[in-house]
């Protein structure tokens, strides 16, 4: 029997959440963000204006279809003026309702990602400064304003200085309560707040929520790291639901800020930063749940939704629907009977635009789809009218009779009852010469450029006075220009004649604050400048806070007046390890030797725009060398400031990781890595050549090919390292194919090459061949280990039981090579200049894997037993030899099950540790949860995937310890280098509800 209820009396009932008749006070119009109104439009709508700002938006997850709160500028409309704020300049606006033309604006901090939200005659909103504002709302001016964290820490977020805590829980306003959070990473700490909008007193404050042990979107998979904060949040009667970026909504008691539930994993691949709330249910992500529980219900609700009066609505793919919920009698898996929700389709209009925005207004809806809007009689179900904007259609809103826009573009339109009027269209514009500069400032940034030689990047100008300085820089180079000053007036100034030129947030920022002591992150900097050393002197800036916040690695100050400047180069690190080659370096020890150490903390992050191959590919690791980051994309290389998070360059090579873009490959794991770095080039390898780039440019330098085979034909370039200017390549084994995890026989395990018959060396300069080794059976990848002066290497016959067999015609199904018995063969050292054999020996030699330590003259031999794993690699073994000699110092058997690392003095083998010296067990005194992926190592961490980044700080006690919101990939991917712990994006291809995808930095302790 099918019971429906309708429900039409509690979708309504709760009447403190609906928009009051002519007004739109927040964001989707009340604090359910129902998008719903009792106002009634007119049948038939033109525009009446248009306003066009400067700068369009910037949103902070472009690329993230689920991540979609600041596409556009949401509005708010009260008391004859529609609010918005500014994700580019981060300010915030109004407009005067009746004609579009600006009445004020505000100055924060940051960019401001959510529309205000209006209450009374106070407008609040919040900005990724961490502050939330309350304005006057006829003026402007500030009234109060709030921090979200416990200080004004600063870091890079998004390509913008923020706080550590960034407020992006959009503001919403019920029951004269002003609810809104700060904070995006659990790990910094997230705070929910509910606040009195009269008296400005903290009602309660949730701290607690982003710290929770509990299954993470992966099942099988726990990790220390909750609720986040980033959307708009909602309030009903007795509930506020946050959304958590990707992920889906938690859920608080809205009197007292009580956690009540969040379902992450079991919704681990649901969530979304849209959220609304409609009777017993809300809605995220293209599904409905129980407000009470927070569980499905059955049924999709895709695309966009709204409340209307007879239900709810929802358009997707050019179709409008009603629904309504309902009740049916069922069955639970004991048999027992029980009720579950649905939701019943009422009716549907077909070909109308939809999928983008849609609100209703008393019996009429307007359905945005791309940049296309129409209005649909809800009785009739008939258009009434329909046109085009300029961009696709973000947001809508109703009040007064008038339907307001937001689009893409960052325009905001107006649509009134029909008239044959021309709409008025605003463009604001930049004043082409703003306030005559002083004539010095042009020559003293002249002699900055040339001095320094940097005209891209990072700049902070420590007392930047009326800002004529970062106003002359912004405009003779592509700097991006923080400025500070403790002068009030001054920075009024400077942020007038900047936002006048049209510079101001996306190419200049001012602060108020002390120069010599400021907020802003460590080691940012590309530049430091003054303009107030400019007649004052160098002296009158603090030596100490310049240098702490210059990049290493060519950071550079240039202080003082104009022909006696002082200029300061910052150089390396001390302590910073590398990461140049895929297990760090050319002796495969994946470990560097940098001092990072826990607890880590945010510096910078960031999306940049990369298109990566499967994370299940396991392409090859990112690298890092003298301050950059290099990583790879499908058709090119990469490289970013390691420091800040700016891209530098890229080089387009066409396919370059296509062999990786799929589940459940072998990758990297067996082909080893194809680039590398050394000195000032990078090597890039990609069919039979391997091209040599300037590190600090991406411009070739040389092309290398591999040498012929002895067969005189073609061979793919397989083995790439490069060390004291000897560039070390192989010629890949293509017949040998070999088969990992599940089994596959398509295109791109065709090109997986784990071995190769023959090793070369070319000297970096010369190209000149230096010597040849022609394997008398092979050469696996992963047992080829360089350093000291030396090349390792295992000559053995293959294990013919990992090969990948085709049965019958191409795209047939594969099946297994004969059964995984494996020769053992011989281990060589070679010396690396001239390629004589120094040793070998040929006893006992069961290795797939080599690894060697510098400082101790010792050799690993070992496999590769990882959870995806080739036949080949039984495990359980490991030996050690004396890399000068050959000799076998000890063996012993050992459970693991990542690829060994070496770190100091011992073996790391998860989950066992060996002493490197005498084979005697040691303690590893910490778990990671489910995850696949390698561990890396420095000096002190070990990073690893533990379903969020997983790391092990051997100088702090409680094992296990967790930097949550994010996903590391399914290999290599966590660098612990350049005194940080580099985190690009590796994620490609999972659906997985992890609340942030992006690139990161963390800084240690």
């Known amino acids: 029997m099918l019971r429906i209820h309708l429900l039409i009396a509690l979708l309504i009932a709760d009447g ?65 003026c529609v609010y918005f704020s500014s994700s580019a300049d981060g300010k915030i606006y109004a407009l005067d309702a009746s004609s579009g033309a600006e009445r004020w604006s505000f100055f924060t901090n940051s960019p401001v ?193 709204c409340r209307f009066s007879a239900g709810i609505l929802h358009g997707s793919k050019d179709q409008l629907r009603a629904l309504a919920p309902l009740q049916r009698e069922a069955a639970d898996r004991t048999g027992k009977p029980m009720t579950r929700w649905e939701h019943q389709v009422l009716w549907e209009v077909p070909s109308v635009p939809a999928g983008t925005a849609i609100v209703a207004a ?21 258009v009434l009218w329909d046109t085009d904007v300029d961009e696709t259609a973000h947001g809508l809103a109703v009040a007064d009779g008038c339907l307001y826009v937001s689009t893409a573009s960052g325009a905001i339109h107006c649509f009134a009852a029909a008239s044959e009027r021309d709409p008025v269209v605003h463009r604001p514009q930049p004043v082409s010469e703003p306030a005559a500069a002083d004539p010095k400032i042009a020559v003293a940034v002249e002699e900055i450029v ?79 400048v003054s303009q107030r050393s400019l007649t004052a002197g160098a002296d009158c800036v603090d030596a100490d806070e310049a240098l702490r916040l210059q990049r290493p690695f060519g950071g550079v100050a240039c202080l003082g007046r104009p022909d006696a400047m002082r200029v300061s180069v910052r150089g390396p690190l001390e302590n910073a390890g590398e990461w140049t080659h895929q297990y760090a370096d050319a002796a495969n020890t994946l470990c560097s030797s940098d001092e990072v150490r826990g607890p880590l903390s945010v510096l910078w992050f960031r999306d940049v725009d990369v298109d990566l191959p499967q994370r299940h590919g396991r392409g090859p690791a990112p690298l890092f060398h003298d301050g950059r980051l290099f990583h790879q994309g499908m058709d090119a290389l990469h490289a970013v400031d390691a420091y800040n998070g700016r891209p530098l360059w890229r080089f387009e090579q066409p396919g370059i990781l296509r062999a990786y873009d799929a589940d459940h490959l072998a990758g990297t794991a067996v082909t080893g890595g194809n680039f590398c770095v050394a000195g000032d080039s990078v090597f890039l390898r990609f069919e039979d050549r391997c091209q040599r780039l300037e590190a600090a440019t991406g411009k070739v330098l040389a092309t290398y090919t591999a040498v012929p085979r002895r067969d005189d034909q073609a061979a793919h370039w397989g083995y790439l390292a490069c060390e004291d200017g000897v560039l070390y390549g192989s010629l890949a084994n293509d017949r040998h194919i070999v088969r990992h995890g599940y089994l596959r026989a398509d295109d791109e395990m065709q090109q997986q090459y784990s071995e190769s018959v023959t090793l070369f060396a070319l000297d970096v300069e010369s190209g000149e061949l230096l010597w040849r080794y022609d394997a008398q059976a092979s050469i696996r990848h992963n047992a080829i280990a360089i350093g000291g002066g030396r090349v390792f290497l295992i000559d053995r016959p293959l294990a013919e039981g990992d090969l990948l067999v085709r049965a019958g015609p191409p795209g047939g199904k594969p099946t297994a090579g004969p059964a995984p018995t494996h020769t053992p063969g011989t281990l060589v050292a070679l010396d690396t200049k001239t390629g004589r054999r120094l040793w070998s020996e040929a006893e006992g030699v069961f290795g797939t894997m080599l690894a060697y330590s510098r400082p101790h003259d010792l050799l690993l031999m070992c496999y590769q037993a990882t959870r995806f794993k080739l036949p080949s690699e039984v495990g359980g073994r490991l030996a050690v030899y004396r890399a000068s000699s050959g000799q076998r110092l000890w063996e012993r058997q050992a459970k693991y099950e990542t690829r060994p690392l070496l770190q100091g003095g011992s073996i790391i083998a998860y989950p066992s540790a060996v002493d490197l010296l005498t084979g005697d067990a040691k303690p590893l005194e910490f778990d990671k949860s489910y995850g696949c992926g390698q561990l890396a190592g420095s000096k002190h961490l070990l990073l690893f995937r533990s379903a969020t980044l997983g790391y092990y700080d051997s100088t702090r006690p409680g094992g296990t310890e967790n930097y949550g919101g994010v996903r590391p990939g399914c290999w290599v991917n966590a660098l612990p280098a350049g005194g940080l712990v580099l985190l690009p994006d590796a994620s490609a291809g999972c659906k997985c509800s992890y609340q942030n995808r992006t690139w990161i930095a963390l800084e240690g302790s």
């Open 16 to 80: 403190a959440a609906l928009a009051v008749a002519n007004d739109w006070p927040m964001y989707r119009g009340d604090a359910a963000r129902s998008g719903f109104t009792d106002e009634a439009l007119p049948s038939r709508m033109t525009r009446k204006w248009s306003y066009h700002p400067q700068h369009p938006p910037a949103p902070a997850w472009p690329r993230d279809e689920r991540m979609e709160f600041d596409r556009a500028y949401h509005v708010a409309v009260a008391h004859g």
């Open 113 to 305: 990602r959510f529309a205000p939200a209006v209450w009374r005659d106070r407008v609040f909103a919040v900005s990724d400064d961490g502050w939330l504002y309350c304005l006057n709302a006829h003026d402007g001016t500030l009234v109060n304003k709030w921090r979200g964290g416990p200080d004004d820490t600063q870091v890079l977020g998004n390509g913008a200085i923020v706080s550590k805590w960034p407020a992006r829980g959009g503001p919403t306003i019920r029951d004269d309560v002003v609810y809104w959070a700060a904070g995006i990473w659990q790990t910094d700490g997230v705070y929910l707040i509910a606040l009195n909008p009269v008296t400005g007193q903290v009602l309660w404050t949730n701290a607690s929520a982003a710290q929770i042990d509990m299954p993470q979107p992966h099942g099988g998979a726990n990790a220390r790291s909750g609720v986040t904060a980033q959307g708009y949040l909602v309030a009903t009667e007795d509930q506020l639901f946050v959304p958590t970026g990707r992920a889906v909504p938690a859920a608080l008691a809205r009197a007292d800020g009580a956690f009540q539930y969040y379902r992450l994993q079991e919704n681990g691949q649901r969530g979304g930063t849209g959220v609304m709330a409609c009777g017993p249910f809300f809605y995220n992500g293209g599904f409905a749940f129980e407000a009470a529980t927070g569980v499905v219900t059955a049924g999709a609700v895709p695309g966009v939704v």
């Open 362 to 382: 008393g019996s009429t809806i307007i359905s945005a789809g791309g940049s296309r809007i129409a209005a649909v009689d809800a009785q009739t179900r008939q």
């Open 450 to 528: 040339r001095r320094s030689g940097i005209s891209a990047g990072y700049c902070v100008d420590l007392g930047c006075g009326n800002g004529d300085l970062a106003l002359e820089l912004a405009r003779r180079t592509q700097l991006y220009i923080v400025a500070i000053d403790s002068d009030p007036q001054q920075v009024a100034t400077a942020r007038r004649r900047l936002d006048q030129a049209g510079l101001y947030g996306v190419r200049v920022t001012v602060h108020l604050g002390d120069p010599n002591q400021t907020d802003y992150p460590k080691q940012f900097a590309n530049l430091v």
